[in-house]
């Protein structure tokens, strides 16, 4: 068997008697070029040999079309069944017409050797391949951020189904606006990300400890970003280097997990772990900036290229900005709506770039200016084809939230806790709504929650106990990460003062 890390969240494996490759992104950007494979991959030719292609889940940087239209067509492709339909209609139109939506806990076997278990939670999924005697449980990004109760939940099952693992893989990474592009006038953007990472890391920890793998792979985030308001992003990420010595601190002394950090081009074989890859010798002697601005010079020319928004194209926007909020009217309560007062600014807008939205009178008015309005609770700032593909896109509020696509600049603390902020980003981005989606296929969405006995039990308690929340998830305690102190941060989030660099930078 050989398991080779390609990029991202990318992995090809080859058990002998059949392939298989994960969430293949391993070609072109995302979310409209915002982000840029970095490291990107040592080589990708063989990966059309893929037998099976296994998605995680749909988001972009996971499910590329790009990369998916270089593999084989012919090659079994496993997503998750969730209950929206549009999957098999999505591959069958790339010309991949056998698609497996997998039912979580169901094994699906792909050859004599080797099955393939999805156990899905929302819009994400944990994947394991067992093959032979050999268990790879590959986390992807499903877990890290989500609350304890709820991780545990998953983690006690992933346990009992399998009480030996023997690669335990793992992304994670802060991937999307929140905290990073929230801003507020007590908030130290960069203190902040970096504890955002420790959070992170420290979530992977606690999902090694309780699950003791053999060996433990952090890998990613694969990613960089080239604006120069967002490349400090690119630097705050927890250093994987650091991770067993973080482990062994803080979580467990005494312990047999083999901890691994892999660059493209890294492979597993019977003989162990191969590090070839030349990214080791890259960041061991240059920062990652550096790095990205050898790699990716042309790219960045071209991020920061001053394009204009003309008038004709601001106008279009305006009438459909129009439309979508009085489309996402029915998304909130009244109440919630009279306290909507916030500016938009487009950057590539040079007259009157400030578009005031405020609710009133049942209806949402929208007056362009050149400053932003009196008494605006938090103004968000973008680019006009960010948001005409967020409004016009069906999950297009992707390039926006995930792409860090935006900035929001948050005024008072009530604004904060009210999640205003939220409530905003959301009037301004197309997803589908629960309703409709239930309204369109009700049998779909009844088959889903009969199969996945466990999200049931979460989406009714959710339903009943939350049913008034904007947040509906309000043990993340989101003001927290911009109003508060980074010290507080650590206490609240049970974060150990850490001895490394990150923890000089800290003090």
Known sequence: MRIEYICHSCLFIDTGDTSLIFDPWFTGSVY????????????????????????SHGHEDHLQQKSLLELDPQAKVFFPYQWRRGAKD??????????????????????????????????????????????????????????????????????????????LF?????????????????????????????????????????????????????????QEDKRWINEVKFPREEFENYYTEHLQRDHHIQFDVINPGDFYDEQGLHRISPWHEKFATKKINELVEEELAEEIKTAEKKVFCSENTATLIREKLEKSLDDNRKLYDATVLDSVHFSLRLLDLEKDPYFNIHFSEGKFHVVRSGVPAEGHKLLITT?????????????????????????????????????????????????????????????????????????????????????????????????????????????????????????????
């Open 90 to 167: 999505f591959f069958a139109s790339n010309g991949f017409h056998d698609v497996t939506e997998a039912v979580s806990f169901k094994n699906y076997r792909i050859s004599p050797t080797t099955t393939v278990t999805y156990i899905g939670f929302a819009l994400e999924s944990v994947i394991v391949v067992q093959t032979g005697d050999t268990v790879i449980v590959n986390l992807n990004d499903a877990l890290n951020s989500h609350h304890q109760n709820v991780v545990e939940m998953f983690l006690k099952e992933i346990k009992k189904h399998w009480p030996k693992i023997d690669y």
């Open 32 to 55: 409209m070029d915002q982000w840029f494979l970095f490291p990107g991959p040592m080589k990708t030719d063989h990966l059309v040999r893929a037998k099976n292609i296994l998605y």
């Open 383 to 507: 680019r006009s084809h960010l948001l005409k593909f967020a409004i016009e896109n069906e999950w297009g509020g992707d390039v926006l939230t995930i792409g860090y696509g935006l900035d929001v600049y948050v005024y008072e603390e009530l604004t904060l806790e009210q999640n205003l902020d939220i409530v905003c980003v959301r009037l301004i981005t197309r997803y589908p709504t629960t309703k409709g989606s239930l309204r369109k296929d009700p049998f779909r969405a009844l088959n889903y929650f009969l199969k996945h006995p466990m999200m049931s039990k979460l989406a009714l308690r959710q339903k009943l106990k939350m049913r008034n929340t904007i947040n509906k998830f309000p043990y993340n305690e989101r003001d927290h990460w911009i109003s508060w102190s980074k010290c507080d941060l650590c206490k609240v989030c049970n974060l150990p003062l850490l001895s490394w660099e990150l923890g000089e930078q800290l003090q």
């Open 170 to 226: 793992s992304g994670w990474s802060g991937a999307g606006y929140f905290p990073n592009t929230v801003h507020y006038k007590t908030k130290n953007d960069h203190e902040t990300g970096l504890i955002r990472e420790q959070y992170f890391a420290h979530n992977f920890a606690k999902i090694v400890h309780y699950l003791q793998p053999a060996r433990a792979i952090p890998f990613g985030p694969g990613f960089a970003l080239l």
